[in-house]
């Protein structure tokens, strides 16, 4: 019996497929490249001397290695951090142009001129653990939002919301933009009224 002959494949066009998918794939194809952020640096200016900062100004905190808290270089708990650094930024210790007409705390001439000059200072160890880390800095946190809650509800009595309610208003995408753009000029004064000036200091290790 003889053997049948196996058909022959017309392969003519497989060029020209493959040509067409090659097209396809270069069409279609992204290639992501990496990308910085955008930004436009400032003109060459005179170098100026940094502003004079009175010590008095500077709330220092610091966390050891072992996790204890110090503040103004005295021992002091995580759950006493708030108030005292509340104390602090609200203490309204200024006199003439440096007085704080709004400021409701003890008025300490030792202490703070005005929440626009008390700055924050915040050092801790490289050994300190992540844990008591985060919890100084909510704290801290917390001390601003505190004082702009108050000024916020005393300021906008009308709006029946503090100044944390207020920013998540304003930043949720759900808002309207009319009520947005009426926010946003709220939220900016009262965060004038108590700038947030919080510096972290490089961590050292003893």
Same mark, same amino acid.
Request: overall charge negative.
């Given at each position: ?64 290695? !072992? %996790?204890?808290?110090?503040? &103004?270089? +005295? ?11 509340? =104390? ?56 601003? !939002? %505190?004082?702009?809650?108050? &000024?916020? +509800? ?11 309610? =207020? ?40």
């Amino acid at each position: 019996m003889a053997k049948r002959s196996a058909p022959e494949v017309n392969a003519g066009s497989m060029a020209d497929i493959a040509f067409l998918l090659l097209i396809f794939f270069l069409v279609t194809t992204t290639i992501e490249t990496d990308s910085g952020l955008n930004r436009k640096l400032p003109p060459m200016e005179d170098q100026v001397d940094p502003p004079i900062i009175r010590e008095k100004n500077i709330f220092t905190v610091l966390v050891s290695k !072992n %996790d204890q808290l110090l503040v &103004e270089e +005295e021992l002091a708990d995580i759950a006493d951090l708030r108030s005292l650094a509340v =104390a602090f930024l609200d203490n309204g210790g200024g006199v003439g142009d440096e007085a704080c007409d709004y400021c409701q705390g003890a008025r300490d001439e030792a202490s703070s001129d005005n929440p626009d000059k008390a700055i924050i200072s915040l050092k801790n160890d490289r050994e300190t653990s992540y844990k008591v880390y985060i919890a100084v800095q909510n704290e801290l946190v917390a001390a601003y !939002n %505190d004082l702009r809650n108050r &000024e916020f +509800e005393r300021l906008f009595p009308n709006l029946e919301m503090n100044f944390v309610d =207020a920013q998540k208003q304003y930043e949720d995408p759900r808002t309207t933009p009319e009520t947005s753009e009426e926010l946003k000029p709220k939220l900016d004064q009262v965060k004038a009224m108590y700038p947030q000036k919080l510096s972290e200091a490089e961590s050292t290790k003893n």
